[in-house]
């Protein structure tokens, strides 16, 4: 899921970016997860989790409510996401033709905005930045972006 900008980063931001795709796939599992609004919780977890990682790898200090707040501003910003999501959960209730196209859709959308997430955070530690100082009206259009370009290539985020 990555090219060449993602794989040949010095020191911390390689480590990072290995955080990231590591998350993105566990996103894309939570995705899979055929009990609705069960798959929405399972990938906030793990969006939760990577934030915590990356601070961690940063030395930043990690304050879930801080990091939670932060999360679901960046998300809740991204119209399509924020959208498309509960949408792809929600027809899961749908028998068969909900689980497949939940199946289909969900895994994809969570790798995305995933993955965009890491990169905006990465970009926000890299920059000597922590969850305090963070700041969601200049990060939401770095998001949007990130997240934009992921779809573009179908879950291969540049």
Request: proline content about 4%; aromatic content about 8%.
């Amino acid at each position: 899921m990555a090219d060449a900008t993602d794989t040949f980063r010095p020191g911390k931001e390689a480590a990072a970016i290995h955080i990231v795709h590591e998350y993105m796939g566990w996103a894309a599992g939570g995705g899979l997860i055929p009990v609705p609004l069960l798959d929405l919780a399972a990938i906030s977890l793990v969006e939760l989790k990577m934030v915590h990682s990356l601070a961690r790898l940063y030395g930043v200090p990690f304050q879930r409510s801080a990091a939670k707040s932060i999360i679901g501003a960046l998300i809740g910003g991204g119209g399509t996401y924020i959208l498309a999501a509960p949408a792809a959960s929600v027809v899961k209730f749908v028998p068969l033709v909900g689980a497949i196209a939940g199946a289909l859709t969900e895994p994809a959308l969570a790798a995305a905005a995933t993955y965009a997430l890491g990169k905006v955070f990465i970009q926000h530690f890299e920059s000597g930045g922590t969850l305090l100082d963070f700041n969601i009206r200049t990060q939401r259009h770095q998001y949007e972006q990130h997240f934009a370009a992921a779809q573009q290539k179908g879950g291969q985020a540049n």
